[in-house]
């Protein structure tokens, strides 16, 4: 062997040594991520919903009807189990329903693909990567669905 073949199997073995312990490192940090967060949830002084927050989640990310729909995946953040009268509590933009005034809601808010559809005639549909959505306890219906 002479000397430049020696010279590129020591850099070969020298850089090899150099990827595997970035490797090495690599996969060390990804194994002390802390695990997924959970979602706060927060359900209002006297109150007992029919739904649990699984079903509620659930159906916040399976579609949300006319208003627009949250691509998986979704990420919750937080969750609020309120009185439609007082949501704007806990989601300053979120419309209150006259007719639901008195009802149980879910209020799930998180991050990922929003796709709101309503919008004018012709006009391409507003998109956020974070919003909320907004679940009737009672029908498990989603009554309406946010951004940001």
């Not at 590129?8 to 990804?30: H, M, N, Q, S, T």
């Not at 979602?39 to 659930?58: F, H, M, R, T």
């Not at 979704?74 to 309120?82: A, G, K, P, S, Y």
Request: hydrophobic content about 45%.
């Amino acid at each position: 062997m002479n000397s430049f073949t020696a010279f590129r199997f020591r850099l070969f073995i020298a850089l090899g040594g150099v990827v595997l312990l970035g490797l090495g490192l690599v996969g060390l940090a990804a194994a002390s991520q802390p695990a997924a967060l959970q979602p706060v949830i927060e359900i209002s002084p006297g109150l007992s919903p029919q739904l649990s927050a699984e079903e509620a989640i659930s159906i916040a990310t399976t579609g949300t009807g006319t208003n627009g729909d949250v691509s998986a995946p979704l990420t919750v953040t937080n969750v609020h189990v309120i009185v439609m009268a007082n949501i704007k509590e806990v989601e300053p933009n979120a419309f209150v329903d006259p007719g639901a005034r008195d009802g149980i809601v879910w209020v799930i808010r998180g991050t990922g693909k929003f796709v709101g559809w309503r919008v004018p005639p012709g006009a391409q549909p507003i998109t956020g990567n974070q919003g909320y959505v907004v679940v009737d306890d009672a029908t498990g219906q989603v009554l309406q669905m946010g951004m940001p």
